[in-house]
């Protein structure tokens, strides 16, 4: 009864009903909870301090893979540079000598994987693989490099041990911490789900960031005559906002790289998705039939896609396997892994089928060029140089969040 009379004189008080002044209080307070800076800046500060801090590794890791490849060549310009004739790619030996000359360097009893890597320019080798297990759950897989000009090989290393990710070369162990920081499977997973998470940083910051009076160009100055506070507090929302665009780009495919099915799931929601997603397919033998070499098949895929280069050969592995070829159309985004392929029967050399950029759909096209923006390489050298400069945007706003955190925290004590 003493609580009724309460509420009832409090009601009174404000003018209003009891019903009203319980219905309005916690209305306010949740728009407070929602809209007040508060909450924001608790989301924002502790995914800036635990997220964050791995999103630095993760950025200062992809700035060294935007030139990964040419890094990677420079370390072992032995190994996988070679000279380039007068005639360059005119002069390029057989495929089958490419093939044989692999084999004869394998280490004893093991095979070629069926799958030959084409030079990503005159001046590269050939790239071949091969597996060998190591004990139960574990493997070792070696490359073999070629000279295209000589079929003669140059070495071979290993190039990743399941048990033991340093003694893969220097640039594939970045790019395994890249994205999985040495923890395998579950290491993938936890940074894609940190990737997720940074998205909440981000609008979080956005939303702290906004001027409410609309002077933006105060908003994105830096006062370097102002006091250390208001500085690092300049430098950190200037440097966010500016880079905010790009940051979720890249956050978003590699939310994709990891999580491709379900990315996949919700594009194919707006527009169908096919890419990489070639029908099974078999080669029709008929008696007697005798498979086509690769130089053969290459031919074939050059007659009926002329422009272009080849980037990649599957073997078949089986009497009804069929060739995979990619041959990267010109004006292909992605250098990496061309979206161009053609199947082929190996004892007919029908093409059975074309997965053709062109025809792609608007989600297949989205989705083929996350992974050139995420690297870069969409927009060539100047486009993986402005992803290198962007992989310290991370340590940039760790470093200047932080600073600012423990400056307040120690005013506050």
């Known amino acids: 009864m003493a609580g009724g009379h309460m509420e009832n004189d409090l009601g009174a008080r404000a003018g209003r009903s009891p019903q009203a002044s319980i219905s309005a209080m916690p209305a306010r307070q949740?728009?407070?909870?929602?809209?007040?800076?508060?909450?924001?800046?608790?989301?924002?500060?502790?995914?800036?301090?635990?997220?964050?801090?791995?999103?630095?590794?993760?950025?200062?890791?992809?700035?060294?893979?935007?030139?990964?490849n040419q890094i990677d060549s420079w370390l072992n310009a032995g190994l996988m540079s070679v000279d380039v004739p007068a005639d360059g790619k005119a002069k390029f030996r057989p495929i089958a000598e490419?093939?044989?000359a692999g084999k004869s360097a394998v280490l004893p009893g093991n095979t070629l994987d069926p799958f030959v890597l084409f030079p990503r320019h005159p001046g590269a080798c050939f790239v071949l693989?091969?597996?060998v297990p190591?004990?139960?759950?574990?493997?070792?897989t070696y490359q073999i490099f070629v000279n295209p000009y000589t079929a003669a090989v140059t070495g071979q290393r290993l190039a990743s041990d399941t048990a033991n990710p340093f003694a893969s070369p220097f640039m594939t162990t970045i790019g395994t911490f890249h994205y999985t920081l040495l923890l395998g499977t579950h290491g993938e997973t936890a940074v894609g789900l940190i990737a997720l998470f940074l998205f909440g940083s981000l609008v979080?910051?956005?939303?702290?960031?906004?001027?409410?009076?609309?002077?933006?160009?105060?908003?994105?100055?830096?006062k370097w005559g102002a006091t250390p506070e208001r500085v690092l507090l300049d430098l950190h929302r200037t440097a966010g906002i500016t880079a905010c665009f790009v940051l979720s780009m890249t956050l978003f495919s590699g939310v994709y790289m990891i999580f491709k099915p379900q990315?996949?799931?919700?594009?194919?929601?707006?527009?169908?998705?096919?890419?990489?997603?070639?029908?099974?397919?078999?080669?029709?033998?008929?008696?007697?039939?005798?498979?086509?070499?690769?130089?053969?098949?290459?031919?074939?895929?050059?007659?009926?896609?002329?422009?272009?280069?080849?980037?990649?050969?599957?073997?078949?592995?089986?009497?009804?396997?069929?060739?995979v070829v990619g041959k990267r159309a010109p004006d292909e985004v992605n250098f990496a892994d061309a979206q161009r392929r053609l199947v082929v029967d190996q004892y007919s050399g029908k093409i059975l089928y074309i997965q053709d950029p062109h025809h792609f759909t608007a989600?297949?096209?989205?989705?083929?060029?996350?992974?050139?923006?995420?690297?870069?390489?969409?927009?060539?050298?100047?486009?993986r140089a402005f992803i290198m400069l962007m992989g310290f945007v991370p340590l940039t706003l760790y470093v200047t969040g932080f600073l600012r955190w423990r400056r307040k925290r120690r005013a506050r004590r």
Request: hydrophobic share 45%; with cysteine; glycine share 10%.
């Open 134 to 140: 190591a004990g139960q759950d574990r493997s070792k």
């Open 263 to 323: 990315v996949r799931a919700v594009v194919d929601l707006f527009s169908p998705v096919h890419l990489n997603q070639m029908p099974v397919l078999k080669s029709e033998r008929r008696d007697a039939g005798v498979p086509l070499g690769p130089d053969a098949v290459a031919a074939i895929v050059d007659r009926a896609a002329p422009d272009g280069e080849l980037t990649l050969m599957e073997l078949p592995d089986a009497d009804d396997d069929v060739y």
């Open 98 to 100: 490419i093939l044989a």
């Open 204 to 222: 979080s910051g956005l939303i702290l960031f906004w001027p409410r009076t609309g002077r933006w160009r105060q908003a994105l100055t830096i």
């Open 363 to 383: 989600g297949d096209t989205f989705l083929e060029w996350l992974y050139p923006l995420h690297c870069g390489e969409a927009f060539g050298t100047i486009g």
């Open 129 to 131: 693989t091969y597996s």
């Open 30 to 68: 949740l728009s407070r909870l929602i809209f007040g800076r508060t909450l924001w800046l608790t989301v924002h500060t502790y995914i800036g301090r635990f997220a964050g801090a791995i999103f630095v590794f993760i950025g200062l890791t992809g700035s060294i893979l935007a030139f990964g």
